[in-house]
């Protein structure tokens, strides 16, 4: 059996090349309208090599429409996504893909009867870089890269300790494991950027907290720039290097879970929520609590 590899030497195509204090994605002025609404109005931002940046609000605050706008799902009427140096808008959601964006789904987006090894295939499938005939006839080209294929799947699998469930049918699998398999099948697409849509969404306590430690791995062992869109304010604060947030689509705040936690245009934006939207400050101070006393271990 093969040797089980640390994330970044199987997923190698996942680094990026940038130089010095230059963002991996620049976000500049984006606007989306629907009718009259407007759902993102004038959204600038940028994300480094490695850096995990949060985008919370509000329900309807428009997070979902950045990150349409960001994935191709929609195109902005105004603004400028530039992703390693080029041009993002306008392209088509495979395009973007290609390109080396993932986004994990809010509902995941898996093949309920097709086995959790095939799925992260699936997820494989820009990479594979040979032709049809080859395919079909398992030679020369299609067969080695079949099998580095299979050897990357196979490592994520491991990462994700999902090893258990590999040959089992994503459809028969706990909420939990399946959106690790999500996050799997991102990752098998080797991206420069990893989009997060409510990764937590729906988990319990310790699904919440295996779900964190691999972001944290994600971003540790490769260097990933990645965003998340999550209401869970706990693991925001936590995890979060950088948080915009955005209320009725305009961005009222940018910073660290610090600064972003004690903005009273922020704490107003949520407290508007009603008696149930989250304690921000009660949330940074507890991650902070965290933070400290993990370094002090
Ligand atoms: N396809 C669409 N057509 C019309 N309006 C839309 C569409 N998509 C989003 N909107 C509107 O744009 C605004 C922002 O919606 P969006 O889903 O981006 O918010 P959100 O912050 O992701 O909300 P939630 O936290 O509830 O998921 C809302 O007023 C929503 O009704």
Redesign the pocket.
């Given at each position: 059996m093969a040797q089980i590899r640390p994330l970044s030497e199987a997923l190698t195509g996942t680094s990026v090349d940038v130089p010095a204090g230059q963002p991996v994605l620049q976000v500049d002025d984006l606007v989306l309208r629907?009718g009259g609404?407007t759902?993102v109005g004038g959204v600038s931002f940028d994300v480094q090599r490695g850096e995990l940046f949060a985008v919370i609000?509000p329900?309807?605050?428009?997070?979902?429409?950045i990150f349409n706008c960001l994935s191709g799902v929609y195109r902005p009427q105004e603004g400028r996504v530039r992703f390693l140096g080029e041009d993002l808008l306008g392209l088509k959601p495979d395009v973007v893909a290609d390109r080396g964006v993932a986004r994990m789904f809010q509902n995941i987006e898996l093949f309920d009867n097709l086995t959790v090894l095939d799925n992260l295939m699936l997820g494989r499938h820009q990479h594979v870089g040979y032709g049809m005939l080859a395919g079909m006839l398992w030679v020369g080209r299609a067969k080695r890269a079949e099998l580095d294929n299979r050897r990357i799947v196979e490592d994520i699998i491991d990462f994700l300790e999902i090893e258990a469930f590999r040959k089992l049918p994503v459809g028969m699998l706990p909420y939990g494991v399946k959106k690790r398999v999500e996050l799997g099948r991102a990752l098998a697409m080797e991206p420069k950027l990893l989009l997060l849509d409510e990764p937590v969404a729906g988990m319990n306590v310790e699904e919440t907290e295996d779900m964190a430690r691999f972001i944290l791995d994600i971003r540790t062992e490769l260097e990933l720039a990645m965003i998340m869109v999550e209401h869970d304010m706990g693991l925001v604060m936590d995890l979060a290097d950088r948080i915009l947030v955005v209320d009725f689509?305009k961005p009222i705040a940018l910073g660290t879970p610090d600064v972003v936690s004690n903005d009273p245009e922020v704490i107003r934006a949520y407290l508007g929520e009603g008696d149930d939207g989250p304690d921000l400050q009660t949330e940074a101070a507890t991650a902070a609590a965290v933070t400290t006393e993990e370094a002090g271990r």
């Open positions: 629907f609404t759902a609000g329900n309807g605050a428009g997070k979902t429409s689509g």
